[in-house]
């Protein structure tokens, strides 16, 4: 079936550091690929997303890559901050607005 | 404040009981989503409404019921459930690809459920 996996599971980066997750998806149907951000006590907030037919799109401090070829995206944070910390999720759109999403990422920004 | 919004946010309920969980989409969204997530699991599609029709159900048990009376609003009504099926319950909404808009998916804070 379809599937999604995304790695690490948790990172931790020094304050101003760069944060990089990454995720490969099963279903070369996939076109759309969000990224969403999900704070304690807070819902997902979408970040930044992609289309199929973009190789890569950047916003600020984010950045995510798409590798059709490979089955793969990636999340770029620069400069991170300790606001930055949370739990991040991507996801690849499959059938009719069903997003078939990774099992996060947990990254902690230290000062 | 995310446009979509859920109440309860948190809820503990024995197995025998029935309870309701609402979402409400501020948005003018036509599409909302029922989602479950358990710890260190991904995020499981529950359902899916589009223009209050459901469109899809990956084979949830039928101790969840969803309901969508308009656009705006969805439930998900819960009986006799299992304690395994403590998680967080999230709603989101978009805008379906019948009406030409995008594909993102907005959502609400979550539902926090415990099933003792």
């Known amino acids: 079936g379809e599937n999604v996996e995304q790695h690490p599971s948790t990172l931790s980066v020094q304050e101003g550091d760069s944060a990089v997750i990454k995720c490969t998806y099963s279903?070369?149907?996939?076109?759309?690929f969000p990224w969403y951000k999900q704070e304690l006590g807070k819902g997902s907030q979408l970040i930044i997303d992609?289309?199929?037919?973009?190789g890569e799109k950047k916003d600020q401090r984010i950045a995510v890559t798409l590798n059709k070829t490979a089955k793969h995206f990636s999340l770029h944070i620069t400069e991170t901050q300790p606001e930055d910390s949370a739990v991040y999720f991507c996801?690849?759109?499959?059938?009719?607005?069903?997003?078939?999403f990774g099992a996060g990422t947990r990254l902690a920004v230290h000062p | 404040e995310t446009g979509v919004t859920q109440t309860p946010r948190h809820l503990v309920m024995g197995m025998t009981n029935k309870k309701s969980l609402k979402c409400e989409q501020h948005?003018?969204?036509?599409?909302m989503y029922w989602y479950k997530q358990s710890a260190k699991k991904p995020l499981e599609l529950m359902f899916v409404?589009?223009?209050?029709?459901?469109?899809e159900n990956n084979s949830v048990p039928s101790r969840f019921s969803p309901e969508c009376p308009n656009s705006s609003h969805l439930f998900l009504h819960l009986h006799t459930l299992q304690p395994e099926d403590s998680a967080l319950y999230l709603c989101?909404?978009?805008?379906?690809?019948?009406?030409?808009?995008?594909?993102?998916?907005?959502f609400g804070p979550g539902t926090r459920l415990t099933v003792t």
């Open positions: 989101a909404s978009s805008q379906g690809p019948t009406s030409g808009g995008s594909s993102e998916q907005y």
């Open positions: 409404y589009s223009l209050e029709e459901r469109v």
């Open positions: 996801a690849a759109k499959g059938g009719y607005n069903k997003l078939i």
């Open positions: 279903d070369s149907a996939s076109n759309y």
């Open positions: 948005l003018g969204h036509n599409a």
């Open positions: 992609i289309r199929s037919n973009v």
